[in-house]
């Protein structure tokens, strides 16, 4: 696997070998104790793994867990293209604010890992997308929390070229930072 921390700090792609013939192929999507090595996150473990489908226009987030039910999340999509994106919610960090954006597919395999403080989402780009989480933390309902995706002070560019985007109430009830 190769991991490639990405312009704020804590934050990695991870993009996994694949092993292919007239077959298909084969890919290892997580290693332990790679994935501590490369990141020096020595205590890491992770505590359940989660999946979701979603339509093409369906955006899902920003969505955060406070407090001691933060999560760190590793993401990836085993079917179809998202558009993902974490947001630095850490008070007091000189990247807070600040967004991390890219394209996970089942065909490029890429992941992400998103560390515990931010705020998490994607927009589905293909007819559908399986998408699939790895957590630290166990979800907890009263400790849920959310940000607007089109907060102007994020100015994140979603890829909504023909696209109307698809949310939830609580979604589009969301605060802005």
């Known amino acids: 696997m190769k991991f490639i921390e ?4 804590g934050v990695w792609i991870v993009e996994p070998q694949r092993f292919g013939d007239e077959r298909g192929w084969f890919m290892e999507t997580f290693r332990l104790a790679d994935f501590r090595r490369a990141t020096g996150l020595k205590d890491l473990e992770f505590v359940q793994d989660n999946e979701s489908m979603s339509r093409k ?3 899902r987030g920003l969505h955060f867990q406070r407090g001691d039910h933060a999560q ?19 008070p007091g960090s000189p990247t807070f604010g600040r967004h991390i954006a890219t394209e996970l597919s089942d065909t ?3 992941q992400m890992f998103i560390p515990r403080g931010f705020a998490h989402g994607f927009l589905v780009l293909s007819d559908e997308a399986r998408f699939e989480y790895k957590v630290d933390n166990y979800y907890s309902p009263g400790e849920e929390g959310a940000v607007r995706f089109d907060d102007p002070t994020l100015a994140i560019t979603w890829p909504l070229e023909g696209i109307i985007p698809q949310l939830s109430e609580k979604d589009l009830a969301a605060p802005y930072l």
């Open 6 to 9: 990405a312009e704020i700090p």
């Open 57 to 59: 226009g369906v955006l």
């Open 72 to 90: 760190a999340k590793l993401v990836r999509v085993s079917l179809g293209r998202v558009w993902d994106v974490a947001v630095d919610l850490r």
């Open 108 to 110: 490029n395999g890429r």
